[in-house]
């Protein structure tokens, strides 16, 4: 195929068009697998190569000036319309105004790669107050001790830990937002914040910050409210940042730790999901999902190769690499595992359902909305916590379903703290904000720090067990000044599911639920906007309406409705066991590994073989840890 040029058949072009952006994507996303998970022989250099020159492609201005040339043809057909339209979307995110403003994105790109590289090397863990040695642990390791180990004076440790987080990156990352301001600035915005939001979401900072303020204002009486009951419940001591978490859900993660168990969750999750009729269209899937030393500390799923429909109608499948960050043996593993699970597969089943004439159309960057992407990972993640999906997957190794004693026990327990979870995600746009609004002279680490620490006391009320500053996404060109999107899409996840209920009454193994996620939301990709697609589905423009109804809901009516959907959940049993074969509705090919090795894979053995290989592999190669 010729080199792209204007003057090729419009045909030729978008063909052209759509291999090399392909190719390109592919190389940078082999690279960006091989640093995360730590792979033998992976290179930051290689991974900074590849982002270059993925970057420089869909920022070439002249290959822009040719997507433009090419849509005044006035004999393009729909299709080539539609290629090129998402094309020049794409070219607009992320071209550079100027000469200058290139050169700082490559900068930033380098310093990400070295700040990314020191972090993965950090020594990080906590102090063991009983013996004074040091014990090298994850931040997920950490996270995980403070909700549920049942020493304050360990938790405390543990929150120390953390908090070496903030100080190490502190320095290094002010370079890196003064270079994404400066970026910002040669491109005609304000700041990096304004640039990110106008690039990911298509609205200004300014009307983003009218709904989240709105919501904020909305919360903050319930937040209160919610902060007065657990001291007066727990103790002055409850809201300490190392106490929270445990005293909210300790002994209840415990109760409920037997019905999850790490080595079937997989099963869980693919069970559940091909009850609900969602297909994977051929694709590819690689699943890490154990913590191990120097693996990237957040769990994520991204495509090497997003699916497209060649002008013949061939289809190109999608391969997905997805990794979470399992703890085998430790308390609350399980259920954090499966939630993952749900969470990435969801995405994964989201982008395998793109059916769009270019990768452009299914790539999970922008123009791709945030909001858009994390609704489908999140309603899917959402099922972990109802009823009729406990009362069918939640069961121990034994065979037994989880009571629903323990359910009544965490819905008393946590639904009046539901608000902590909206204020927890609202720190993270607030803080961003902050960051890339400060003057350069004022971007100095103990700065930074201190907005931090301010941040958490506005929005959580104090100190946090994961301070903000800690969160990997606020680092990462590709995922920071993100969170916002998380709290669009909460929106529509309450909204989805208000929606579903209304209509079939339950969610979970509905068979009716794939097909219509699929043809409403997941087909379009980033052809149509976010807000439409959510009214297409659920007939109303997006509201916080479902989500404040959800928390202001009284706890006995919440308890009635879970009760009878745990009795309709124990009645019916989980459409498939364990041993069925429902691969042909899922229609995938899954690769189980663990860095470097391949643990099992369903391209020779079936999906039943391939769990019991995991669940030996797992019972082999991690012992228990003993909190």
């Not at 998970?37 to 420089?56: C, D, F, H, W």
């Not at 606020?474 to 909460?490: K, N, R, V």
Request: glycine letters at 6%; one cysteine or more; a negative charge.
């Amino acid at each position: 195929m010729s080199v792209l040029s204007a003057e090729l058949p419009v045909a030729e072009f978008v063909d052209k068009m759509n291999e090399t952006y392909a190719d390109l994507h592919k190389k940078f996303e082999d690279n960006f697998w091989a640093t995360k998970m730590a792979l033998k022989g992976n290179s930051v250099e290689e991974l900074t190569r590849t982002k270059n020159e993925y970057n420089n492609f869909i920022s070439d201005k002249k290959i822009f000036e040719m997507v433009k040339h090419h849509l005044k043809n006035p004999e393009l057909t729909e299709t080539q319309r539609k290629c090129l339209t998402i094309m020049e979307t794409t070219y607009k995110c992320y071209l550079q105004q100027t000469d200058a403003a290139d050169k700082i994105r490559q900068e930033i790109t380098a310093m990400e790669g070295k700040l990314e590289m020191s972090r993965n090397e950090m020594k990080l863990g906590y102090t063991d107050p009983k013996t004074g040695n040091f014990i090298p642990a994850s931040s997920v390791q950490l996270g995980t001790i403070m909700r549920t180990n049942d020493d304050e004076d360990t938790r405390k440790a543990c929150y120390e830990g953390m908090k070496s987080i903030p100080k190490f990156v502190a320095e290094p990352f002010c370079e890196i937002i003064k270079a994404r301001n400066k970026m910002a600035k040669a491109n005609g915005y304000g700041d990096f914040y304004e640039y990110k939001i106008q690039t990911s979401e298509g609205m200004n900072k300014k009307r983003l910050f009218e709904i989240l303020d709105d919501l904020e204002s909305k919360t903050r009486p319930i937040l209160e409210k919610a902060l007065e009951n657990l001291i007066k419940e727990k103790g002055e001591t409850a809201c300490e940042p190392w106490n929270k978490g445990y005293l909210l859900a300790g002994d209840v993660v415990q109760k409920m730790d037997p019905y999850f168990p790490f080595d079937k969750a997989v099963s869980a999750w693919a069970r559940s999901f091909a009850a609900m009729n969602i297909s994977y269209n051929k694709s590819v899937m690689n699943l890490d999902l154990c913590d191990r030393e120097k693996k990237y500390s957040n769990g994520f799923c991204h495509w090497p190769v997003p699916p497209y429909v060649k002008p013949d109608g061939t289809l190109v499948s999608c391969v997905t690499n997805f990794t979470s960050l399992a703890q085998p043996g430790s308390v609350g593993s399980g259920h954090r595992a499966l939630t993952t699970l749900m969470h990435e597969g969801g995405h994964a089943a989201h982008f395998a359902n793109v059916v769009q004439p270019s990768p452009f159309h299914s790539q999970e960057r922008a123009p791709m909305s945030v909001a858009y992407a994390e609704t489908q990972s999140m309603f899917l993640d959402s099922l972990v916590g109802d009823s009729d999906w406990i009362a069918k997957y939640a069961v121990s190794k034994k065979g037994e379903v989880m009571p629903w004693e323990v359910i009544e026990q965490k819905i008393k327990k946590t639904h009046k703290y539901l608000v902590f979870a909206i204020r927890g995600i609202l720190a993270v746009p607030y803080y961003e904000k902050a960051l890339y609004e400060l003057p350069e002279d004022e971007v100095t680490a103990e700065n930074i720090q201190r907005i931090a620490d301010e941040i958490d006391k506005k929005i959580l009320g104090g100190p946090s067990a994961r301070p903000v500053l800690s969160v990997p996404h606020i680092l990462a060109d590709e995922s920071s000044c993100y969170c916002q999107g998380y709290i669009l899409a909460d929106m529509a996840v309450h909204q989805t599911r208000s929606h579903f209920l209304k209509k079939y009454g339950f969610i979970t193994d509905n068979k009716h639920i794939g097909p219509e996620l699929a043809e409403s939301y997941w087909k379009a990709g980033n052809s149509e906007p976010f807000l439409d697609l959510v009214e297409k589905l659920t007939g109303a423009p997006l509201t916080a309406d479902a989500w404040v109804a959800t928390v202001n809901e009284d706890q006995n009516d919440r308890l009635q409705k879970e009760k009878a959907l745990y009795e309709k959940g124990l009645k019916e049993g989980a459409k498939f066991t364990a041993s069925e074969d429902f691969m042909s509705i899922l229609n995938m090919q899954i690769r189980l590994v663990h860095g470097d090795l391949v643990v099992a894979s369903t391209e020779k053995d079936t999906f039943a073989e391939c769990c019991k290989q995991y669940e030996n592999w797992i019972a082999k190669e991690f012992n228990p840890v003993t909190e």
